[in-house]
């Protein structure tokens, strides 16, 4: 590899550090991100490093505030972020440990919000499940997840504001810039009643193939054929015998997806206020003319699911689709 004056390896010294890290191109706002140890790079996501973990936050905390922003656009007015662009970005004498500490809070929130998505290595549950505790049903338990939500944006909101205002005093720029960061500039989830019900019904399918249960976090099962699959570890809502869930748009089998749906609601939020949860769910998925919730949720999973699956998971489906002629 010495001879190649090609390649160009990533010295020893920097596998899997952290640091910060950026996307090449840049079509949108200049964001940095922490590169978690663990990780790597190359020249898509370019990254820094600083001798302790306190200057990568801390330096993560002045590449995101307004002034180093404004200064990235004045040395690089193109999509394509350089290293050089980052590294000529001049450095204030500011509060570094107040910096590392706002950005820490920072990530942590993000990460959070992240690892509430069933397609990250962080997920532990739906947040539904989270918010459930007292709650009697499944409306109200999304009500409390949209409180939340929001408190979390607006969390960030303020960690964001405060670095901003450390950093613009810094740099002797108050009568230039605002701390203020619009809220639609805020990337964390919001409650969005008809999305997250089709991550509910997607976490549900996850019970059912044993991917994921209610009485554990995390991940449970990532094999194929039942192979290895502990069934009891699925008390609360049993795992599928056989690994296939059919899905068809009218009731042919007991066990097909859209009652497992109704056992797993039954299951989470229990028999009081099944009725009224599948109403809830069938109006968010868009009930359609006299369709019962029954109908709503199987015509859903009959038509929408595996397309959303496929969404989720960027064409690369956990679940594999098996269709009977052209009527699916």
């Known amino acids: 590899y010495k001879k190649d004056k090609i390649a160009r390896l990533i010295p020893e010294y920097l596998w899997y550090r952290d640091g910060v890290t950026w996307s090449f191109i840049t079509t949108k706002d200049i964001g940095f991100r922490y590169l978690e140890p663990g990780g790597t790079f190359d020249v898509g996501g370019s990254s820094l490093f600083f001798e302790s973990e306190d200057l990568v936050y801390s330096m993560l905390a002045m590449l995101n505030s307004k002034p180093a922003t404004t200064i990235l656009k004045f040395l690089n007015p193109t999509i394509s972020l350089q290293v050089e662009n980052v590294r000529s970005v001049p450095v204030p004498v500011f509060d570094m440990n107040r910096a590392a500490t706002l950005a820490r809070s920072a990530v942590q929130l993000s990460k959070i919000d992240w690892d509430i998505d ?53 740099y002797g720029l108050q009568s230039e810039l605002s701390p203020e960061v619009p809220e639609d500039q805020i990337t964390l989830s919001r409650a969005d009643r008809e999305k997250d019900c089709q991550r509910l019904i997607s976490y549900a399918i996850g019970c059912m193939m044993g991917r994921y249960s209610l009485d554990e976090p995390g991940l449970i099962y990532a094999n194929a054929g039942n192979i290895g699959l502990d069934v009891s570890r699925y008390k609360s809502f ?49 009930t359609k003319g006299n369709e019962t919730p029954e109908e709503t949720i199987r015509r859903y999973l009959s038509t929408s699911f595996y397309k959303d699956h496929l969404q989720t998971y960027k064409k690369r489906p956990i679940y594999w689709h098996f269709s009977s002629g052209k009527q699916g």
């Open 118 to 170: 069933e397609a990250s290595r962080g997920f532990k549950e739906i947040f539904f499940l989270e918010c459930k505790n007292g709650a009697g049903s499944l409306g109200e338990t999304w009500v409390r997840w949209s409180i939340k939500a929001d408190e979390r944006v607006l969390a960030l909101k303020e960690l964001e504001e405060r670095i901003n205002e450390l950093l613009i005093d810094a």
């Open 238 to 286: 049993s795992a599928d015998t056989d690994g296939i869930v059919p899905i068809t748009d009218e009731l042919w089998f007991e066990d097909d997806a859209t009652n497992r749906v109704r056992e797993f609601l039954n299951a989470v939020w229990g028999p009081e206020t099944l009725d009224e949860n599948m109403a809830w769910l069938a109006e968010s998925l868009g």
